[in-house]
């Protein structure tokens, strides 16, 4: 079959207290969820009627076991999902204190199962028959995940829809000085770029959003999105259309996983041929919701939550 969506990238899980406020130390109760940015995208994709299906990797453990079953339950195909033997499934835990910390901690060592997807083991075929393939900037930190990337954006040669994630994690890398190359090597093959201001600035030198939208725009992108956090989104596609969207109002419990709702819903806008302002407008939407929520992959809204959100202008 050709899926709507087929993402690459990170999985894990999600180890989130279940107290808000709270340090670390100080946390008793914890909830256990699917995690991981690619991961995500394809769950939230999945939540609004999208055949997806994400290419990553897991240790040989109960919690890969765990993985495997949490994405069947979300209608994400598993298949492109394998075990690593020797390496544990990673697993991440935050701190929770609204409305804008939210402290990270991965535990990835010696080395996350997804940086192990190989080149050799990609279908190639199913990567390129997608509408939409998504991979992300963590995917380029180490090998052999870096060349299994660069070498299924190759081959796919911008057919449908290519999304690059820049998802820009400082402590993945060794060298951080060292991604800029493989970022301008990514955007070559790539129809759509998505980033915070210090991801866009990572990938083009730029940190002007609008400055920064036409360098990823001359790296090779026809849309390039751009996320100013407090002051919303801008998109410009080479076209010359564009949209500037504000953020949605939220009370904000948890802002982790929120950008992956926004990745889930951009895609499914895409897909669904719908304008500009409409796609962000909608992602805007997607992600509040998930901001409002604790969880990442089990929070991301349906298509009939989106619209309501948006009909009463905030997440209620």
């Not at 990835?108 to 279908?123: C, F, G, H, S, T």
Request: aromatic share 8%.
């Amino acid at each position: 079959m050709a899926y709507d969506l087929i993402t690459m990238g990170r999985i894990g899980v999600d180890l989130y207290p279940l107290q808000t406020g709270v340090p670390l130390p100080q946390v008793t109760s914890f909830g256990k969820f699917l995690g991981g940015s690619a991961t995500n995208v394809a769950v939230a994709a999945a939540r609004l009627g999208r055949a997806t299906a994400v290419v990553t990797r897991t240790g040989d453990d109960p919690f890969g076991t765990y993985l495997h079953e949490e994405l069947r339950r979300f209608g994400v195909d598993d298949r492109w999902v394998t075990p690593v033997q020797d390496l544990p499934t990673p697993v991440t835990f935050c701190e929770v204190f609204p409305p804008d910390d939210f402290p990270l901690y991965f535990y990835r060592r010696p080395k996350a199962p997804d940086l192990q997807i190989d080149a050799e083991d990609l279908d190639l075929d199913a990567i390129a028959a997608a509408r939409v393939f998504w991979v992300t900037g963590t995917g380029l930190s180490e090998e052999p995940s870096r060349t299994a990337t660069l070498t299924a954006l190759a081959h796919r040669a911008k057919a449908g829809t290519t999304v690059f994630d820049l998802d820009w994690r400082p402590m993945f890398w060794s060298d951080p000085g060292e991604a800029r190359p493989f970022y301008r090597e990514a955007l070559r093959h790539t129809t759509v770029a998505v980033g915070n201001l210090d991801e866009v600035e990572v990938a083009t030198g730029v940190r002007e959003p609008h400055a920064a939208a036409r360098a990823l725009l001359d790296a090779g992108v026809e849309l390039a999105v751009v996320k100013q956090g407090p002051k919303g989104v801008l998109a410009v596609s080479r076209t010359g259309e564009s949209a500037e969207v504000p953020p949605l109002p939220v009370d904000v419990l948890n802002g982790l996983g929120a950008g992956d709702a926004f990745g889930g819903a951009l895609c499914h806008g895409l897909l669904a041929g719908h304008d500009l302002e409409t796609i962000m407008r909608d992602a805007n939407a997607a992600g509040a919701i998930v901001a409002s929520r604790l969880e990442c992959s089990s929070a991301m809204p349906t298509a009939e939550e989106i619209a309501s959100a948006v009909a009463a202008g905030a997440v209620r």
